[in-house]
């Protein structure tokens, strides 16, 4: 005998969708109506501040007072499994950028908020207009607070709440075709096609097995790095296993608090009436929640929590495991109760909690019912046409703007950077990530490097690579400007430039020397600008470099200190500076004009690693690079700019070079330009006033990559950087999350943006990984490629195509190919 299961077609709950003032209201069959919202919840996960969790909580506080009695209030975060879809890319490397990560799967959540009004009834609906205008009233109040908060509030229209409810009825949220199956119901799930809906309520009302204590947040205890990190009641939602789709319901609803009181007061009588170890604890916790009332002015609500989660049948029960083991280590016993699978979810449909039986209430206090709402969200691109992208904590691309959009919030004053990190760290990888990104939009790159790190980057966007040797030194002619470009700044940077030839980079002018040397410049371009070029001067210079202004300077320096019979070393003036004459030792650095070329490029990077143990040439010559970025930056207004200092920063980090510092950032700020410091090691910047007063001071942008090697220094750095305890906390959540799996290789990074930084991670491509690489049998192999193919991308696709057919690790093969090459040479 075969039997068949009973076919009951599923009720709508709804009498359907009007509108009011043009906005939509769900009606349910009862005569309730409900406006829906779509909001993001304004706490970012892994915040590390406590705050936001604070004045969330009382955010929704007030809007519980706002609406009063009489409302149910149905806050729903979906969470639904997804796979990523890049966007389209036409750039070769960005290409592989968003193949690397498509199909990745991560979670998306979403929220939505339904305020629902109780309507008075007898046995039939009656209209009430009065009632109507007056929700209409609140809910506008409640679209202000919540759009002054940053909750992005959108009010659903019609077509929107219908979507909503199908895809409730559907747990699904991503497909772009929703398909409604049929639902067989049980004692223990729901079955939807060939998936599996189980309801989890939070809290058995026969019992009521919650902590006694409930904050706005908890703190987690697991990790040397994360412990006591602020994170969200219910944080573990993130960590689910297996699902598919999971709902988070909350429901909260305002009895007639004078009614509700009364019956406390009648059901503490009976109980205490009875000697009874039971009855003694109801009434303990009666009297604690009038006090709670009637001292803290909270009001009693009804709650009910409940997750709905949906996953293949062989996976939800270890899912299931997961939430309520999860639950039991928050202090709470979840309901055993499953026999109204199909009721509760009926209630979990928008603006239906009004169909939740008394069992399922519990009675409480607003202020802790909230505590149980669910108050964090993922990182999302930001709103902005200049996006730098790198991954979330989950490893899902993310796209923020280091620069315009938070100039305009005032979050920022300026464009410039300071990077930190350690050997090993990551930091050229997380700088060849971001280069290579600025190149995608309008913007000029100019790299002073000290370790070939950016090699690869240059050649694959046909860029400038200028490497400084004795053969071939770099040489400018800074003396040789325009009338229109002689001001005091530039004034003020050929004085540096004259004290860094003289004195060194460690050396200072007295204020007599600075003085003179001021007088001289100003009458060396007086006497060739503006002097009447008809009449015959003899000390005109006729031509502007280094070698004019040195016999000038020299004639006019005697001729100063003869008349004002002042004190200046002019034997040692000449005899240091005549090295840098044509002829002599240094004499074409500054003599010989810089290849006029470099003025259109885009890509420049200057590698003077040669330099960096010569003292003398070393600050000269990335002093005179940094003024051709600023001549390059005034000439070049259409564009963006960027001067990247890697560890040559230091031959300049003296206060003779201050001013010029100085000058660099404030003028680099008004030509649309920004300057990036990088360094690694922690005694460049402890101690230096330089870095404090003049490139801190100035780079309201600070990027930290791993910070565990300072971890015992570390209250020295966050003094120096203006570090909070709360970014601290953050800072050193980098590269200690679990969240491995499934990526690739890569490394975290902190990038603060004004007081508040977020923790973003730096992974690309193997191709991209290969453009950057600074290790050095990777970096040969690579470059054999592009040798024998003709171009830097040619040689990249046939590198990674051999690499990939061959099998072996990416070590293995670059041997075999240097090994290949030497053979062959």
């Known amino acids: 005998m075969q039997t068949t299961a009973s076919k009951t077609a599923f009720r709508m709950p709804y009498a359907g969708i009007d509108h009011f003032q043009g906005e939509a209201l769900l009606y349910g069959d009862r005569g309730d109506f409900s406006a829906i919202f779509k909001l993001r919840n304004p706490v970012i996960q892994y915040g590390a501040d406590p705050e936001p969790y604070t004045a969330y909580h009382n955010l929704l506080l007030n809007i519980i007072k706002i609406l009063g009695e009489g409302h149910i209030i149905q806050k729903q975060d979906i969470f639904s499994r997804t796979v990523y879809h890049p966007e389209e890319a036409t750039e070769f490397l960005q290409q592989k950028y ?34 109507l205008l007056d929700f209409g009233q609140q809910i506008d109040k409640l679209f202000d607070l919540m759009q002054g908060s940053g909750m992005l509030p959108q009010r659903l229209n019609e077509q929107q709440i219908q979507q909503l409810v199908s ?73 689910v296993p297996d699902y598919r789709c999971m709902v988070y319901n909350q429901l909260i609803e305002i009895p007639g608090q004078q009614a509700t009181l009364n019956k406390l007061e009648l059901k503490r009588k009976r109980h205490s009436g009875v000697p009874d170890p039971a009855n003694l604890i109801c009434v303990d916790d009666i009297d604690q929640l009038l006090v709670d009332v009637a001292r803290e002015n909270q009001l009693l609500v009804h709650a009910h929590f409940n997750i709905l989660l949906c996953a293949d049948q062989q996976k939800i029960g270890k899912a299931a495991n997961f939430i309520e083991a999860s639950l039991f280590q928050q202090g709470i016993i979840p309901s055993r109760n499953a026999y109204n699978q199909l009721e509760l979810f009926r209630t979990a449909l928008p603006g239906n909690g009004i169909e939740l039986k008394k069992y399922d209430w519990f009675l409480t206090t607003s202020d802790a019912a909230i505590c149980l ?26 796209g923020i703007d280091p620069a315009d959009m938070p100039m305009r919030t005032g979050r920022i004053n300026n464009r410039s950077k300071f990077t930190l990190g350690p050997s090993g760290s990551g930091k050229s990888f997380y700088m060849n990530a971001l280069v290579e990104q600025y190149c995608r939009y309008n913007m000029d790159v100019i790299i002073v490097d000290t370790g070939d790190s950016y090699s690869g980057l240059c050649r694959y966007y046909g860029g400038k690579y200028i490497t400084y040797t004795e053969e071939k030194p770099i040489s400018m002619n800074p003396f040789a400007i325009s009338k229109k470009e002689f001001n005091l700044e530039k004034k003020d940077f050929l004085k540096t430039l004259i004290a860094l030839l003289w ?146 920063w230091k031959a300049i980090a003296s206060p003779l070079m201050a001013s010029y510092l100085l000058y660099l950032y404030k003028t680099v700020r008004k030509f649309w330009g920004e300057v990036i410091v990088v360094t690694q090691e922690l005694g460049d910047i402890l101690g230096n006033p330089i870095v404090k007063d003049s490139i801190l001071a100035n780079s309201d942008t600070i990027c930290l990559l791993d910070q565990s090697k300072f971890r015992e220094n570390y209250d020295a750095i966050a003094k120096l950087l203006s570090i909070t305890e709360t970014e601290r906390r953050k800072i050193f959540t980098i590269n200690q999350l679990e969240n491995k799996e499934g990526r690739g290789r890569f490394k975290e990074v902190y990038i ?42 040619d ?31």
């Open 752 to 793: 603060r943006r004004g007081t508040t930084g977020e923790v973003y991670g730096v992974e690309v491509s193997l191709y991209q990984y290969l453009c950057y690489t600074t290790e050095k049998p990777e970096k040969s192999a690579v470059e054999s490629y592009v040798h024998n193919h003709g171009n830097y991308r």
């Open 503 to 648: 004195k060194g980079a460690d050396g200072q002018l007295t204020q007599i020397e600075d003085t003179v040397l001021s007088n001289v410049l100003s009458s060396y371009y007086y006497e060739h600008f503006w002097l009447d070029p008809g009449e015959q001067h003899p000390k005109r210079p006729a031509k502007l470099d280094f070698d004019s202004f040195y016999t000038y300077s020299v004639d006019r320096i005697h001729e100063i200190t003869e008349q004002e019979s002042i004190s200046f070393d002019l034997d040692e003036y000449r005899y240091v500076l005549r090295k840098f004459y044509s002829g002599q030792e240094f004499g074409t650095v500054l003599n010989e004009a810089a290849d006029s070329s470099l003025f259109s490029e885009r890509f420049i990077v200057f590698e003077i690693d040669n330099l960096k143990e010569n003292k003398v040439l070393f600050p000269i010559v990335t002093l005179i690079i940094m003024d051709v970025f600023l001549q390059k930056m005034r000439h070049r207004k259409d564009r963006r700019k960027a001067l990247i200092v890697e560890e040559a």
């Open 373 to 398: 709402l669910f108050k964090e969200t993922m990182q999302t691109d930001e709103d902005s046409d200049f996006l730098i992208r790198f991954t979330d904590r989950q490893g899902i691309p993310v």
């Open 795 to 825: 040689g990249l696709s046939a590198f990674v195509a051999d690499l990939q057919a061959s099998g072996l690790t990416l070590g293995t093969f670059c041997a075999k190919v240097n090994q290949s090459a030497q053979e062959h040479n």
């Open 98 to 131: 968003g193949e690397h990560f498509a199909g990745r799967q991560y979670t998306c959540i979403t929220t939505y908020l339904t305020i629902t009004k109780h309507v008075k009834r007898s046995a039939f609906y009656v209209h009430d207009a009065k009632a």
């Open 167 to 239: 895809r409730m009825l559907a747990m699904d949220f991503t497909s772009p075709n929703i398909v409604l199956d049929n639902m067989g119901a049980n004692d223990m799930e729901l079955k939807l096609g060939n998936r599996t809906l189980r309801n989890i309520s939070l809290i058995n009302t026969d019992t009521i097995d919650l902590p006694e204590t409930v904050g706005t947040y908890t703190q987690r205890q697991d990790g040397r790095n994360l412990r006591d990190f602020p994170v969200d009641n219910l944080f573990f939602l993130h960590n």
